[in-house]
């Protein structure tokens, strides 16, 4: 059902496509292998708790955020990675496949400007093997995001 969310959010945009793989592509490096590109091209979608609260921030695969940077941005005292359950109570989605579109609540999103750094990126679909081809600019068009610089 997951797949099938972020293909009904693609259907009204038909400049975009999924792209489904045999295998896995659950983390940023298995992605970019299948792809045929640099683990920095792919947009890697990360849960964090906000005071408790669920946000998503997507950034490039090789880059890691500072969460003192990702705290001080958002005006909250403490960051923390999000656990399994709370991902996919909170998105709908697995970790390994969590989406920036199709998500099952109203959750706070930010792309990180690394992003920009390519004209597409690969986010997850839904699934740990799909992807979506997107130029950054887009993806936050579409999604409403707000960008931010959280990467160390």
């Given at each position: 059902m997951s797949l099938e969310r972020v293909k009904e959010f693609v259907s009204h945009y038909p400049d975009l496509e999924i792209v489904l793989f045999d295998k896995s592509t659950h983390t940023a490096d298995l992605a970019a292998q299948a792809l045929g590109v640099a683990p920095a091209?792919?947009?890697?979608t990360l849960v964090f708790l906000a005071d408790g609260q669920p946000v998503l921030v997507v950034t490039c695969g090789d880059k890691k955020i500072n969460?003192?940077?990702?705290?001080?941005e958002l005006e909250v005292k403490k960051?923390?990675?999000?656990?399994?359950k709370t991902v996919e109570d909170a998105t709908g989605f697995l970790p390994g496949g969590v989406s920036p579109?199709?998500?099952?609540?109203?959750?706070?999103?930010y792309l990180d400007q690394s992003l920009w750094d390519f004209d597409t990126v690969y986010a997850a679909a839904g699934t740990a093997n799909s992807a979506l081809p997107v130029s950054p600019e887009r993806l936050c068009e579409i999604t409403g995001a707000k960008i931010i610089d959280v990467c160390c």
């Amino acid at each position: 059902m997951s797949l099938e969310r972020v293909k009904e959010f693609v259907s009204h945009y038909p400049d975009l496509e999924i792209v489904l793989f045999d295998k896995s592509t659950h983390t940023a490096d298995l992605a970019a292998q299948a792809l045929g590109v640099a683990p920095a091209q792919i947009a890697k979608t990360l849960v964090f708790l906000a005071d408790g609260q669920p946000v998503l921030v997507v950034t490039c695969g090789d880059k890691k955020i500072n969460t003192k940077k990702l705290a001080k941005e958002l005006e909250v005292k403490k960051i923390r990675f999000a656990d399994a359950k709370t991902v996919e109570d909170a998105t709908g989605f697995l970790p390994g496949g969590v989406s920036p579109i199709g998500l099952i609540s109203d959750i706070p999103l930010y792309l990180d400007q690394s992003l920009w750094d390519f004209d597409t990126v690969y986010a997850a679909a839904g699934t740990a093997n799909s992807a979506l081809p997107v130029s950054p600019e887009r993806l936050c068009e579409i999604t409403g995001a707000k960008i931010i610089d959280v990467c160390c």
